[in-house]
């Protein structure tokens, strides 16, 4: 199983970035992906996941600003983040069934 995470960067309070995680050994269609996010100084955050029939939960910091969806023709979980707080500033990491993760990548939200 590989999780190759990518999109993040740096942008200004109430900007938007689209994360993307491409997935590879397993099977997509059955699958549990979920994102999750790590500040400085805080416990790893579960914030979205979705099934492979796309049924979706996001966390109470991120509903309504994220959404989380995929595309199992591409394997690949999405991530879009829209109205971005200097609090979403993270480590963002792609999982799937909480046993694989991607690399990370690092979101910075500036005011």
């Known amino acids: 199983v590989q999780l190759q995470a990518s999109g993040g960067g740096s942008v200004q309070a109430g900007g938007s970035l689209r994360l993307s995680c491409k997935a590879s050994?397993?099977?997509?269609?059955?699958?549990?992906m979920a994102w999750y996010r790590q500040g400085p100084g805080e416990e790893r955050e579960l914030i979205a996941s979705?099934?492979?029939?796309?049924?979706?939960i996001h966390s109470d910091s991120v509903r309504g600003r994220f959404t989380v969806f995929s595309d199992s023709v591409r394997r690949t979980m999405y991530l879009q983040m829209s109205d971005l707080k200097p609090e979403d500033t993270a480590v963002y990491y792609c999982?799937?069934?909480?046993?694989?993760w991607g690399q990370g990548t690092q979101v910075t939200v500036s005011s």
């Open positions: 999982s799937f069934a909480g046993q694989y």
């Open positions: 979705i099934t492979g029939s796309h049924a979706t």
């Open positions: 050994g397993i099977n997509f269609a059955v699958s549990i």
